[in-house]
């Protein structure tokens, strides 16, 4: 794999778009808050408004009726909760008692070492304390503290705390029904705002970032409501005063990742430790939690979202962090959200791209470079892993054409390029060599029958011939154990040893099939030398140029050969195999 470099202006460029996003984000965020929550919420309300409009309501209706009802449902259900949860938190005070005798038999006979242990500790506080009084005649700094309890500075406090909240819901529910009413509006901003030149991509990105974030929504909807029910119901079982309350509170809560589940457990437990008379029934309801939240966070959550949001499980939890730390609470509520934005922006901004690299789930190596990098740190173990459980029953010759094939020429490139080591590359070629004649008794596929590889033998053989160095000679003897496989009587010969009483009795072999193999990027001149050489000698002979993992067309490859043009270029080994199929069948018809 050639190593990529990012020009110095993209990276420039990219840097300086970061730091101003970053900066937008930190400064810009009490407008945008609330401008993200509508957005969101948007996106969750957009498939019912578009279902009432598609039976005939107006828009204006229908961003009325489901607005009213998502918001009349937010408030009764809020309502309720916190009067529960306010009738919960009264009948804890009645629970002391239990709560101390508990605390109290949990006192080990160690309890007495423990006490001792803190007497001292305090002892040598007293000393330190003692040790760091002033002495007579020292000054001693007196600080008047005076009464602060300013009642109209309180009550503007208290006004403000309250109007804050209300004020970004406020703004949250205009800007919510704004985005429903004018989403059309909102879009074309957005597609002038790119300008017309990138209409194409920017389309794409919006379609894509709305259906992973609606998707994501509601998915992340249904699991935390299924969360909440089987959580409830197991707290019913377990006795648990007001187990539909807290089965609702664990599903709400969800929705803020991590903080959620911690606090959505707190208050069933500690009422659990408050009514019982043992410690079994706390020790389950932790248990029930744990089971729950490790098989959905770890299991069910992993397998949706992953592949819907497009975003690493470890993304998810580094965006979570940089979120809140930017928004605080908010941020982490919006973490998904907001970072398949991110990602999608990633995937069509060029500048951005690697914040696609680092946060999506197809930022993966290829099987080809994940041996290679193997290779280079000469673990010949784990790359023999690497290639063995890609083969896991496939074909040799697919073996050969997406991995081994891709490896070879990585090594090229990287040594004419002055980027790897002969010792590297000699390692690289002799993992590769004991590989191939490993592979030699690999046999998923039937095996050719004794008759049939007679038969084969004496209608068509084949001759090899490689025209570089190492790398060359590995990929024909592949194309040679492929052939043989086949049932086909092969030759491997070196292009230096082509001498002209070679070539003389060659070219009275009619139905000899000549195959020229070499390895990019330095292929084509050597091939096209050979070739003019057999061609002078071999006129009537069946001769076919393979250029291993060659990007090229193979019309205008073949054309660039001039008068010594080959019969047929490829570039796979599957290619040559069936190459060699089709003329043994013409040879036989003839």
Request: hydrophobic share 50%.
């Amino acid at each position: 794999m050639s190593r990529v470099r990012i020009p110095e202006s993209s990276a420039s460029v990219s840097v300086l778009l970061i730091a101003g996003i970053v900066l937008l984000l930190l400064f810009a965020k009490v407008v945008l808050i609330p401008l993200a929550f509508a957005l969101t919420l948007s996106f969750l309300l957009v498939p019912a408004v578009t279902l009432l409009e598609n039976r005939g309501i107006a828009r204006k209706f229908a961003v009325a009726i489901v607005s009213l009802l998502t918001f009349v449902c937010l408030a009764v259900g809020g309502y309720v909760v916190s009067r529960q949860v306010v009738s919960v938190a009264r009948t804890l005070p009645g629970y002391r008692a239990n709560i101390q005798r508990k605390i109290a038999s949990l006192h080990s006979s160690s309890e007495g070492s423990l006490e001792a242990a803190v007497g001292l500790i305090e002892d040598m506080s007293r000393d330190l304390a003692a040790s760091h009084e002033p002495e007579q005649g020292d000054a001693v700094r007196v600080q008047v503290v005076g009464d602060r309890s300013d009642q109209l500075q309180a009550t503007a406090r208290m006004i403000g705390s309250v109007l804050e909240p209300v004020g970004q819901i406020g703004i949250v529910i205009v800007f919510t029904i704004y985005m429903l009413m004018n989403r059309e509006d909102l879009r074309d901003r957005l597609l002038l705002l790119a300008g017309l030149g990138n209409i194409n991509v920017m389309t794409q990105a919006l379609e894509e970032a709305t259906a992973r974030i609606s998707q994501y929504l509601v998915m992340q909807f249904q699991v935390n409501a299924c969360y909440g029910i089987v959580f409830g119901t197991g707290l019913y079982f377990l006795h648990v005063p007001e187990a539909t309350l807290w089965g609702v509170i664990a599903g709400s809560l969800r929705i803020v990742p991590y903080a959620g589940v911690g606090v959505s457990v707190a208050l069933p437990l500690m009422l659990s430790f408050g009514i019982s008379t043992t410690l079994w029934s706390p020790l389950l309801v932790l248990a029930l939690f744990l089971a729950l939240e490790l098989t959905v966070a770890n299991v069910i959550e992993p397998w949706l979202f992953s592949s819907k949001t497009g975003i690493s499980s470890l993304a998810l939890l580094v965006s979570a962090v940089f979120w809140t730390m930017m928004w605080g609470l908010p941020g982490l509520a919006l973490s998904t959200p907001l970072t398949v934005c991110v990602v999608v922006m990633g995937r069509y901004v060029p500048q951005l791209a690697f914040l696609n690299t680092l946060l999506g789930t197809n930022a993966k190596l290829s099987p080809a470079a994940r041996l290679y990098e193997r290779l280079l740190a000469m673990d010949q173990a784990e790359a023999w892993a690497v290639a063995e459980g890609f083969l896991d029953g496939k074909p040799l010759a697919e073996l050969y054409d997406a991995v081994v094939i891709p490896v070879l020429g990585l090594a090229e490139e990287d040594r004419h390029k002055g980027a790897l080591s002969d010792v590297r590359w000699k390692f690289v070629m002799l993992c590769m060599g004991e590989l191939v004649a490993r592979l030699s008794e690999y046999e998923p596929e039937k095996p050719v029958p004794p008759g049939l590889r007679a038969q084969l033998e004496k209608e068509i053989a084949v001759v090899c011939i490689y025209t570089g160095d190492k790398a060359d000679e590995l990929a024909t003897v592949m194309l040679t154990q492929l052939l043989e496989r086949a049932g086909y009587q092969s030759l491997m010969l070196d292009a230096d040893s082509m001498s002209e009483v070679i070539l003389g009795g060659l070219a009275g072999e009619k139905d000899t099939v000549l195959f020229i193999s070499a390895l990019p990027p330095f292929a084509f001149a050597e091939s096209r030398k050979l070739c003019q050489r057999v061609r002078e000698h071999m006129a009537d002979n069946r001769v076919a140029v393979a250029l291993w993992n060659s990007k090229e067309d193979a019309e205008e490859m073949q054309a660039r050969y001039g008068m010594a043009r080959p019969e047929v270029v490829v570039s796979t080994m599957a290619q040559a195999v069936r190459q060699v199929e089709a003329w043994q069948r013409a040879t036989r018809r003839a």
